[in-house]
């Protein structure tokens, strides 16, 4: 039996991270891609780090995809697309609202071509408010929606949370949205266009505390002192070297446990919730006086919610990324092995062996024009009229 979506078809043309991990995700299900490019390299080619003239960030993202690179101002090109919207389940964008009708590849068009697309576009604002002609990147999202403004230092300096959490949480939801679009289209036999909003996206991710702060109508750290790290049992201590733990010890078995471990028995009697300052100020004493790894060995085995913070290349290397086999290699013509983090998915079986990075844009056009029925003749007069890349 074949990965889960082997019979469902992709056009891609997407050109940012939220799109292209949308693709990415369905890819990894078993979808077929079709990603359609610009003749000329876009923004995500020319990301760092670049190794040997390849950027490692488009390479993290594009795989189980066939490339096409169109110039879709020509009428030519635009014929192209229209074939493989005829035969395609899904087509994913992710320009600014109104670029693809533009092109004469929006949704109206197109759904008269193909009754049965599920047409994704995903914009910063979404496509029909005051704000969607505005642009947006991941940390523009991060400050507008309030998740910059509750991640502070210490001098309450606004922080930049290293993850794009608009890009990945607007995937996920793009990547939900298609698959349950299709289960409905079971029913229907009707496509329809799904429209995904980076900044509800990460809005979505500050749901707990807005619900307190819309019913009180005060913000989350008036509302409740604990939220600024304040909570003794769920916090980061740093130790003696300068390495810090992440100790949730929040059930009364694990606090416990906790105290037994930290040889403070006298601490079980103080109540560690809310915002408890001296309790706090105790627990931070007690992780200065010993390096993490001295910290991890008296925890070892101890049950009650406590880890290092690790590096990256530490999570990389440990029990649950090399058990539950998160890393897997592209294999690329110039850079080799390309490892990189799959799609964490229970339908890995496929997924096993290595993946072939598909490089050459002007090949893989022409074998995606040769399946379209094109004949030689007329992929010759497409590239000569610069519809289609030359050979390199």
Known sequence: ???????????????????????????????KITRVEKLEHGLARLLPPIVKGESLYFWS??????????????????????????????????FRPGVMGRLGLGYGKLHKINPRLLYCS??????????????????????????????????????????????????????ISIMAAMHERQRSGKGKHLDISMFDSILWTQALAATASLYTREEPMELDPCYRHELANYNVFKCKDGRYIAAAPLEPQFWETFCKRLEREDLLKVFPFGANKKLRETLEKEFESKTMQEWLDIFQNSDCCLSPVNTLAEALKSVPCEERNLVQNLIHPKLGIVPQIRTPLPFDKHQD????????????????????SYSENEINKLIESN??????
Do not use: W
Request: charged share 20%; aromatic share 4%.
């Open 387 to 392: 519809v289609i890349p030359k050979q390199a």
């Open 61 to 94: 993202v594009h795989r189980n995809e066939k490339r096409i690179a169109l110039d879709l101002k020509n009428e030519k090109g635009i014929e192209i697309v229209q074939k493989f919207v005829a035969d395609a389940d899904v087509l994913i964008e992710n």
């Open 122 to 175: 995903i914009s910063a604002y979404g496509q029909n408010n005051s704000y969607s002609q505005r642009p947006g990147h991941d940390v523009n999202l991060q400050a507008e929606s309030g998740v910059m403004h509750v991640c502070r230092t210490p001098e309450g300096k606004p922080l930049m949370p290293g993850t794009l959490l608009s890009d990945f949480m607007s995937a996920q939801l793009a990547a």
């Open 353 to 372: 062996s290595d993946i072939e990075a598909n490089h050459d844009i002007f090949q893989s056009s022409i074998e995606l024009l040769k399946e379209l």
């Open 1 to 31: 039996m074949g990965p889960p979506l082997a019979d469902i078809k992709v056009l891609d043309f997407t050109h940012l991270l939220p799109g292209e991990l949308t693709s990415a995700i369905l890819g990894d299900l078993g979808a």
